[in-house]
């Protein structure tokens, strides 16, 4: 039996900022049904779908990448949760709920690149919308990002940039719940409010009501900051590189600052490194996906216990998304964005 599938695609490669423009709302059909000659592969019917800064880099035409480019005419695929209608992959049944890498964004999809997919054991005590977020890759990448690369200690002054995003905002909150000092920097009084108010940040400042970043760091650190979970790049890299303490560690989580620019803005300061001992790191979060299980024991309590908070920004329905995915890079989202496709 074959269904309308509406899709989200790309037009064409983007230069510069994207726009919803760029996007096309395209309906095909498709059959609910793994072609019998087709083994280890699913069809899935889409629930949610995330909407990442990473996602930016694929509307470009890539080479040497370690992302492949999106393809114009193509759905988008990316992150997203799905429930299982067929299957002829041993390890997936029809009824089973999953979260992964290769979902499209499109109400029905045949996968069958499966290795970088998560069945979810679901309980009603958690949303399963959570698994485009807090309990999916986000989630994962705070973790390892603030426990694995930033080395933490009890008491130690910690900086966030894009602080009420998906990533952020767990970030300060897994600091906190460690004993750390936290402040974090929006693009927002709203952003700034929420951190203060709702995630227990200490300190929160709007970047873009400061005149020099330099100095509304010394006005937060005094005594520099310990740790800087990067997601920004820039100018606020530039300041940070200044106010850093010796032996201070920067986790490189991602850069939007730059996602869009045509040339990368080169950064000063990168001396510091030397003369403070700096440990800067970059990392990927697909690295420690063998970790996730031990990840959900820890996080999966804090949730129940309430002691850790989650936002979530919904758009519902896919023709919404490409309004919600460029939406990240005018700082419109407050917490994680993620598309509603269907209800289960
Ligand atoms: P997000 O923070 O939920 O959304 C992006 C936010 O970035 C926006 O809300 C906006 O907030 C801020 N922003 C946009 N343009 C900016 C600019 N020019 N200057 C400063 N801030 C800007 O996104 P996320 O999913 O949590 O991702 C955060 C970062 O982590 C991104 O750089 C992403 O690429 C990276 N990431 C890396 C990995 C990895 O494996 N390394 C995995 C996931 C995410 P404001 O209103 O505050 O400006």
New binding site residues.
Partial sequence: MEVSNKQITLKNYVTGFPNESDFEVRITTIPLKVPETTQNAILVKNLYLSC???MRDRMSKLEGSYLDSFIPGSPLTGYGVSKVLDSTHPDFNKGDFIWGFTVGWEEYTLITATQSLFKIQHTEEVPLSYYTGILG??GI?AYAGFYEICSPKKGEKVFI??A?????HLVGQFAKLFGCYVVGS???RE?VDLLKNKFGFDEAFN?KEEEDLNSALKRYFPDGIDIYFE??G?KMLEAVLLNMTRHGRIAV?????EYNLEKPEGIQNLSCILTKQIRMEG???FDYFPQYAKFLEMILPHIKEGKIDYLEDIAQGLENGPAALVG??S?R?LG??LVVVAQD
């Fill in positions: 990442d800064p990473y890759m986000p990448t940039s894009a009420a995003g998906a990533v952020g929006v693009g927002s952003k970047y997601n920004v820039g989580c991602g850069m939007i600052s990392f990927a979060v990240l890079f700082g989202n994680k964005q």
